[in-house]
């Protein structure tokens, strides 16, 4: 398992965006990705992307306003959010996993961040 810092929540109005950043302590892992948890909401899948050659994944739900990326010589992911809404609010976790390829199961990812709060109001 690796510790992994998420940072960049916060509270701000619809139609806002946030860009929310995951730090790494491992050198390297197969694949990285966000959920979040909205309250009395199971955690949802959002996004993955693999670490070496970046390919991506995308929930139907979010794809057309987040976008996943990272950079690997500072260990970092990040996740922009645009167009927020209401319905984004939730916990946001980033996530990661040491071997295997893309995939939207939490069950598959062993390293996990404490979260990041990001509230939108209306």
């Known amino acids: 398992q690796e510790h992994l810092v998420e940072s960049g929540g916060g509270l701000v109005q619809a139609g806002a965006s946030l860009r929310l950043s995951c730090t790494a302590s491992?050198?390297?892992?197969?694949?990285m990705a966000w959920f979040r948890q909205a309250p009395g909401k199971e955690r949802e899948f959002l996004a993955a992307?693999?670490?070496?050659?970046?390919?991506?994944n995308y929930a139907d739900s979010i794809k057309d306003r987040f976008t996943i990326s990272k950079d690997n010589t500072r260990n970092m992911m990040y996740l922009q959010m645009n167009s927020l809404q209401p319905g984004d609010t939730a916990v946001y976790y980033c996530?990661?996993?040491?071997?295997?390829?893309?995939?939207?199961?939490?069950?598959?990812?062993?390293?996990w961040g404490q979260g990041t709060q990001v509230t939108v109001s209306s």
């Open positions: 992307i693999v670490w070496v050659g970046g390919i991506t």
């Open positions: 996530a990661a996993r040491p071997q295997g390829w893309l995939t939207r199961d939490e069950n598959s990812y062993d390293s």
């Open positions: 491992a050198r390297t892992r197969s694949v």
